[in-house]
T-cell receptor, first 116, second 115 residues
Framework: AQKVTQAQTEISVVEKEDVTLDCVYE???????LFWYKQPPSGELVFLIR??????QNEISGRYSWNFQKSTSSFNFTITASQVVDSAVYFC?????????????FGKGTKLTVNP | EAQVTQNPRYLITVTGKKLTVTCSQN?????MSWYRQDPGLGLRQIYY???????DKGDVPEGYKVSRKEKRNFPLILESPSPNQTSLYFC??????????????FGPGTRLTVT
């Protein structure tokens, strides 16, 4: 079964704090893709990162960083020095290609509130 | 500007009245998909299409229909809407290239209320 678990339903931090959003996935496929999307209060879904299962290199983009560990099936997302504009719901997703078709499985999301 | 558009953005309707939510993309993407988002459940896939005339069910297809007659358009049809289809709907598209899985581009969402 394919599944994405975001155990943190809601997180609240004060501006400038670092925060890590957890994502644990389940799949038996050896080839898969992992994504993070951001949904700000305005409602749109914004793509943040894509990572394939063969690339365990961590990535940093400004204040954002991602830690991919196949050994623990986790793809965690850290925001350094959080800002109020980071307040949003963040979704982790697992992408699978099976028999020529594509399937994207989302976690239930983590709502992050950054207070001034 | 590369984008996915959905219409309408907001819709209030009554039980049983057929409706269509349109989705169009201008990026020449092969893959298109519909999702619904409900509180506490995240996004769940309704239907997807790998290319023109090729569609398949996602995780929650009951009560929905789709068609893909043109590459750019992927309408979602609710033939007899019911209150449990009240939700926020997203259309998405992405290119397809062999076994790779590219990020999906999402439309702005359609908030549907069925009374």
């Amino acid at each position: 079964a394919q599944k994405v678990t975001q155990a943190q339903t809601e997180i609240s931090v004060v501006e400038k704090e670092d925060v890590t959003l957890d994502c644990v996935y389940e799949t038996r496929d050896t080839t898969y893709y992992l994504f993070w999307y951001k949904q700000p209060p305005s409602g749109e879904l914004v793509f943040l990162i894509r990572r394939n299962s063969f690339d365990e290199q961590n990535e940093i983009s400004g204040r954002y960083s991602w830690n991919f560990q196949k050994s623990t099936s986790s793809f965690n997302f850290t925001i350094t020095a959080s800002q109020v504009v980071d307040s949003a719901v963040y979704f982790c997703a697992l992408g699978l290609t099976q028999g020529g078709s594509e399937k994207l499985v989302f976690g239930k999301g983590t709502k992050l509130t950054v207070n001034p | 500007e590369a984008q996915v558009t959905q219409n309408p953005r907001y819709l209030i309707t009554v039980t049983g009245k057929k409706l269509t939510v349109t989705c169009s993309q201008n990026m020449n993407h092969e893959y298109m998909s519909w999702y619904r988002q409900d509180p506490g459940l995240g996004l769940r896939q309704i239907y997807y299409s790998m290319n023109v005339e090729v569609t398949d069910k996602g995780d929650v297809p009951e009560g929905y229909k789709v068609s893909r007659k043109e590459k750019r358009n992927f309408p979602l049809i609710l033939e007899s809407p019911s209150p449990n289809q009240t939700s926020l709907y997203f259309c998405a598209s992405s290119p397809m290239s062999g076994p790779k899985f590219y990020e999906q581009y999402f439309g702005p969402g359609t908030r549907l209320t069925v009374t």
